[in-house]
C-alpha cells in the first residue's frame, strides 16, 4: 500500500500500526510496567518544559520520516516551536529533537536498529533515549556537533542524564518509579 493509503486507513482504524515499506505492522499492547515509565517520564519532562518552547507527547501522535516514507508512534518525543504538522489533520509531526523508547520483548532489536535509524533522518533530531521496562536502563544517543553520535548507558537510580538539547535533567529512579521488577515492586 501507499503511505497515503496506509493513512486514510489508519485514521479510521480501532487499532494503531506502523508503516514501514509499504506494509502497516499492528502495535502490540503496552504492559504495565512499559506504561509506568512513559508515564513517570512523561511527567518528569512535563514540570522541566513547563513554560518553554518545547513539549512532550506520547504515542498518540505519530512521527513520519520523509527520508524513509515510514510513520511511527514513538512512546515519547519532544518538539520545539514552530509545532508543524505533516497536514491539516494535525496527528503527525515530521520532526522531533528528543526520540524516546521503552523497550518491549518483540520490538527490543527493531527500537535499538531500524528505528534508530529512521529517527536519525529526522532533521533536528538531536537525541535518542531508549529506556528498559524490566531493569533501571537508559541507553542515551546524543547528536555530537560533528554529527556523529554518541552512546552512554545509564544503570543506577542514582544516575542522572543530561538532555542537552531540550535543557532538561532525568534522574532514572524516578522514571521507573512504581515499576516491578521480578516478584516485587521496584522504587516507590
Known amino acids: 500500500m501507499t503511505s497515503q493509503e496506509y493513512l486514510e486507513i489508519e485514521r479510521e482504524a480501532e487499532f494503531r500500526s506502523e508503516y514501514v515499506d509499504g506494509r502497516a505492522y499492528a ?3 503496552n504492559s504495565r510496567n512499559h506504561s509506568w515509565v512513559i508515564s513517570n517520564t512523561l511527567g518528569t519532562l512535563g514540570e522541566q518544559l513547563r513554560g518553554k518552547l518545547c513539549g512532550a507527547s506520547s504515542s498518540d501522535m505519530q512521527l513520519y520520516s520523509a527520508e524513509f516514507d515510514i510513520y511511527t508512534y514513538p512512546d515519547i518525543f519532544v518538539t520545539c516551536q514552530p509545532e508543524k504538522f505533516l497536514d491539516n489533520h494535525k ?6 529533537v528528543v526520540v524516546m523508547e521503552v523497550l518491549s520483548p518483540p520490538t527490543k ?4 536498529g531500524e528505528k534508530f535509524r529512521f529517527y536519525r533522518s529526522l532533521p533536528s533530531c538531536a537525541e535518542y533515549l531508549i529506556l528498559a521496562q524490566d531493569a533501571i536502563r ?12 554518541l552512546f552512554h548507558e545509564y544503570r ?3 544516575d542522572e542524564l543530561d538532555l542537552a538539547s531540550i535543557g532538561c535533567r532525568l534522574v532514572l529512579g524516578r522514571l521507573y518509579e512504581r515499576v516491578e521488577f521480578g516478584s516485587g ?4
Open 109 to 112: 532489536n527493531y527500537d535499538r
Open 138 to 149: 537508559a541507553e542515551h544517543h546524543g547528536k555530537q556537533a560533528n554529527g556523529l553520535w
Open 156 to 158: 543506577s537510580p542514582e
Open 185 to 188: 515492586i521496584g522504587l516507590l
Open 91 to 96: 496527528d503527525t509531526i515530521p520532526d522531533a
Open 27 to 29: 502495535i502490540p499492547p
